[in-house]
């Protein structure tokens, strides 16, 4: 049951094979017996069940969409009316939100059911899922590994089988890496494709949701169900949104690959360049033509993001004050002593490291210097992209350096953690939508290939991704026990 794609699924369901509370029922229990991973941060088993129930109605009375009944797993970014919604912060540890997320609205109408909200790095800061408050997400391929970040519990729940799929979101890379560290496919769409409405903000011109899940046809139904213009989002974009799904097939002769040089050097790691080079192989034999292109400017990619983001970020967490949502310190002499405590008990240490350099970055001695230089920056790295899309039709490359490392090695050392998005943050910072999917397994660990589109060119890249996935099985293979 566990590793039957959503097509799969929707049709067991409509076939009765199955109802939508036994299946629900099923990945509640796998939940339940997988508990040290630690994938979850919330589930409400009697919740889960009663949507389930309804959606065995809409089924009966075949009212069913393509993922009617299906249980998916959402990131405790979203907003869920009547859930709690912690962003992995003690901050919001008893914030219950009274309105849905754009995305989960979304997905409520499509009739599909919450399972839970996944683990993440606390407002989505980090690359390895230890920033949580709620504790560290193993990963299931070897528990003694992180998963990545931060949408580590959604790329651990569903490589440990534990949700058929769920959503994922991607500021400088936690949709990719952590789907590559995890050997999942992760889809991070164009920015504005997917609205922010009721998505926690950390960086509001990065942060982006997408699709977390086994596959590139299943990524395309639930990009399908996510996407879509938002007038509450003043950066969604109306574009119409094509079937994502139509175009799987299409064929890859002719297809032009670019291969940024820049990427391909000295400083890849042997084992994921020798895996990366077999994926491309792969795409040659589909007919695809490899070219080499040039982003010039990716060097800058990692420090300009390090000025931006945290900026961003400084601003839209002073929002948790302790006197609109979440936690309020319990002692206090008054109003500053209140937002002064709250702020250094609510909050953990990397999210007050982004927020003391944001501050920084932004105050007005600075400003020119960091953020200013950074936005100018920002626009060289777009401008590579728009010059290397004249010679190509999608990127590819490595998405993270390496594969998933363990517990604690890159603690100390923040740089180093902020290093492991040196192939996703420039896609970020122009606003494409990218991609990983696995292409490799290296010493017991999955490694992703990342593709990158132009913009509003998801269906390109489902289609690059999903010819690879039919001649390929990596994405079909599950850590050990699962
Ligand atoms: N690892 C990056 C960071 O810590 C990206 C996080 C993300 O994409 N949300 O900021």
């Known amino acids: 049951m566990h590793n039957k794609s959503l097509r799969e699924l929707a049709l067991g369901l409509k076939n009765s094979d199955f109802s939508s509370v036994e299946l629900t029922q099923y990945f509640l229990d796998r939940i339940e017996t997988n508990k040290d991973i630690n994938a979850f941060i919330t589930v409400d088993s ?3 069940l009663r949507q ?6 809409m089924l009966s009375s075949n009212n069913g969409q393509p993922l009617t009944g299906i249980p998916l797993a959402q990131k405790d970014i979203f907003c869920t009316e009547g859930m709690r919604t912690s962003c ?26 919450t399972l839970g909200k996944t683990n993440m790095d606390e407002f989505a800061m980090g690359s390895s899922n230890e920033t949580s408050f709620y504790g560290r997400v193993l990963n299931p391929w070897d528990k003694e590994r992180v998963p990545g970040g931060s949408s580590g519990g959604s790329a651990a ?31 991070k769409p164009s920015y504005g494709r997917v609205s922010r409405y009721g998505m926690i903000a950390f960086a509001s011109s990065l942060d982006q949701g ?8 299943d990524a395309a139904i639930i990009l399908q169900t996510m996407s879509g213009f938002d007038p509450r989002d003043s950066t969604s974009i109306d574009i119409e949104v094509p079937d994502f799904s139509a ?5 890859l002769k002719g297809l032009k690959i670019g291969l940024p040089v820049e990427f391909f050097n000295e400083d890849l790691d042997p084992a994921i360049a020798s895996i990366t080079t077999d994926a491309l192989r792969e795409y040659e034999k589909l007919g695809a033509k490899l070219v080499d292109i040039s982003l010039p400017n990716s060097h800058l990619s990692v420090p300009c993001y390090y000025v931006l983001a945290p900026a961003e970020a400084s601003s839209n967490l002073s929002r948790f004050d302790g006197a609109r949502y979440g936690y309020r310190t319990a002692e206090y002499d008054d109003l500053l002593d209140m937002y002064k405590k709250t702020r250094a008990e609510g909050f953990g240490e990397e999210v007050k490291r982004r927020i003391i350099i944001g501050a920084y970055a932004l105050s007005a001695g600075y400003y020119d210097a960091y953020y200013l230089k950074a936005q100018k920056i920002r626009r060289l790295i777009s401008d590579d992209f728009t010059r290397a899309f004249e010679k190509c039709d999608v990127i590819a490359g490595p998405t993270a350096p390496g594969t998933a490392f363990r517990f604690g090695e890159n603690s100390d050392d923040p740089v180093a953690m902020y290093l492991n998005d040196i192939y996703t943050i420039s896609v970020n910072l122009a606003g494409l939508p990218g991609m990983s999917i696995p292409a490799g397994i290296n010493n017991k660990l999955p490694v992703g290939l990342q593709l990158i589109g132009q913009y509003f060119d ?12 039919q001649v390929t099985d990596w994405h079909t293979q599950s850590p050990e026990g699962f």
């Open 88 to 113: 992995g912060s003690k901050m919001l540890d008893n914030f219950i939100s009274p309105y849905d997320a754009t995305v989960i609205r979304k997905f409520r109408q499509a009739g599909s059911i």
């Open 210 to 217: 997408g699709p977390m899940t086994r596959s590139a046809e």
């Open 458 to 469: 998801e269906e390109k890249l489902l289609n690059v991704a999903h010819r690879y996935q």
């Open 157 to 187: 729940a569903v490589a440990a089988r534990l949700a058929p799929a769920a959503t994922g979101t991607d500021t400088g890379g936690s949709i990719r890496q952590p789907a590559s560290f995890c050997g999942i496919t992760g889809l």
């Open 247 to 251: 175009g799987l097939e299409n064929e």
């Open 46 to 48: 009697d919740s889960s």
């Open 52 to 57: 389930a129930a309804q959606a065995d109605e």
